[in-house]
């Protein structure tokens, strides 16, 4: 059961990169080209959340299953067990948060201007943070 989770972990991982992406670089062209914050863009951001959200709860369940995250917990001389063990699930927390409060922050705010760059800030700074955390060495 451990290495089915651990590759859908991984695989799905590249699906909810990918709606990150799309979520931030439409924000940012939204916001550059000044246009309408229409359906269309709010379902990009939805998408770009429902991803990372899934991804954290399938990383939630690997973490305690995973011979590499909470039993791992407290080797912090090992380079490879603190970032799978420590690292990763609590940036990628973080990550998964600010994400979730450009979210509920875009619903608040009345202007296309303001809803682009609340997401291109608060997505953008999720992307950035999951990308610093990921564990490159495991993926390929």
Not at 69 to 96: C, F, V, W, Y
Request: charged fraction near 15%.
């Amino acid at each position: 059961m451990y290495e089915f989770i651990q590759k859908f972990h991984s695989g799905w991982a590249y699906l909810a990169l990918l709606l990150l992406v799309v979520a931030v670089v439409n924000s940012f062209i939204g916001m550059s080209s000044k246009k309408e914050f229409t359906s269309k863009d709010r379902k990009i951001a939805l998408f770009g959340l429902i991803g990372t959200h899934t991804q954290l709860l399938i990383g939630l369940i690997l973490y305690f299953v995973s011979p590499l995250g909470l039993a791992s917990l407290g080797q912090m001389s090992d380079k490879a067990l603190r970032l799978t063990s420590l690292e990763h699930p609590l940036i990628n927390i973080i990550a998964i948060t600010l994400i979730t409060i450009g979210w509920s922050k875009h619903k608040k705010l009345t202007t296309s201007e303001s809803k682009f760059k609340t997401f291109s800030i608060f997505y953008g700074l999720g992307l950035l943070l999951i990308l610093s955390r990921i564990p490159w060495k495991m993926w390929f």
